[in-house]
Every structure is written in C-alpha cells, then in structure tokens.
C-alpha cells in the first residue's frame, strides 16, 4: 500500500482536468457524434441517444465554452446553425476510440 | 450537415458504453489513482482530491461490480483491506495517460 509519487499526482492533475469535461454525463458522447462532421441541433439529439433538448442546450453551451465545440451559423434563408468539433476537440476523438475498443473488450453490455 | 453512418453508430455505441462507467464524476480518477497500485480506503480517499467517504464508498462499489476494481483483504491482525485493479482496469491506463495529455494541451485549467 503505497503512497502515490511525485509524477504520479502531476500525472493525476491532467487526468482530473480531462474528467472536467469527460466526467460528466453526455459530453464524450456529444464530442464522439460530433466526430461524424457538423451537424443541427436535431441532427446531434437524434445522435446522443436519450438526451434531453434542455440538457443537449446546456452541454453544447459548456463544450463551446471550453473551445471544443464551435458553433456555425450559415445565412440563408433559411438560417441554418450548425455544431462542430474544433481542432482541440478533434484531437480527442483517436482517444475516444480507444475508449471504445477498452469498453468493448473489458466492460459487460448494460442490461436493457 | 450528414447523417452519421452505420459505422459511426456502431462505434458510438462502445463509445457509450465506456461513459457509463467514465461518464460519472470520480470515476475516471479513482481508476487513475489506483494506477500507482494497491491502496487502502484512506489512501485512496487522500488521492482522490474532493471526494467524501460516502461517494468513494458508492463508486468502489459500482467499480468492482463492473470488474475493474478488487477489493483485498489481508488477514492480520490487524486485517488490512486494499483496492486494486484487475486486470480490465489496467488495460485503461495508457488511455487515460493519453487522455491527461490531450487535457494538458488542449484544455484550460479550471479557475480556483
């Protein structure tokens, strides 16, 4: 029963920083749709199975705010608003891959 | 404004299964810490900036149900109980290094 190292809590410090974001329910799901190129807001709810407008509204609103997430607006008419990955949340989707490959080799299916 | 293809829902959806476990708030850093090895509740808790002894309670518990974390008791006296873990558990580690590191370049440290 060891105490953790030096390195180790540095090490801890950035991984607690990605889980700001990624600790929450629904963001790394939104990053991961958002991975399949700009979309509408119904386009990303029909995405992220079961969430909620409200909640999908307040999610986009925190990851725009953490620059992972930009939001475009094209004039039109008709106007038509788009969300997209930026290049620091592009980086994250080679990551959440893995993440997908680990759960699927290491985690059970929740039951339905 | 594309309709995400098969593909991409199919990989979402392992995607998804690793936020039910990552997707809830200390998860990711408990499995963190337990990286520097076999730990006692307290030291765990001490690792874990933040959280109670109730919710590190509820989350080693939903840890070790989904096969990532075990808990070992040592006969003593006094008897020593520690948390590891499993092998499952190791395999995420080099995925949540890298994600620290996409955190550390990509992400604003949180204002205290």
């Known amino acids: 029963m060891n105490e953790p190292t030096h390195d180790l809590r540095r090490c801890d410090a950035t ?4 889980f700001t974001v990624l600790g929450k329910r ?3 799901m939104i990053l991961a749709v958002l991975g399949g190129g700009s979309m509408s807001f119904v386009e990303l709810r029909r995405g992220v199975d ?18 992972l997430v930009v939001r475009s607006v094209e004039p039109g008419p ?9 290049e ?4 994250l989707l080679p990551i959440l891959d893995q993440l997908g490959e680990w759960a699927a080799s290491n985690l059970a299916a929740p039951v339905r």
Chains 1, 2 share one sequence.
């Open 78 to 86: 008709p106007v038509s608003v788009g969300y997209d990955l930026t």
């Open 88 to 91: 620091a949340g592009r980086h």
């Open 26 to 28: 629904w963001n790394g």
């Open 50 to 67: 079961g969430i909620s407008d409200a909640v999908l509204s307040d999610r986009l609103a925190e990851l725009t705010e953490a620059k």
């Open 15 to 18: 991984v607690s920083l990605a």
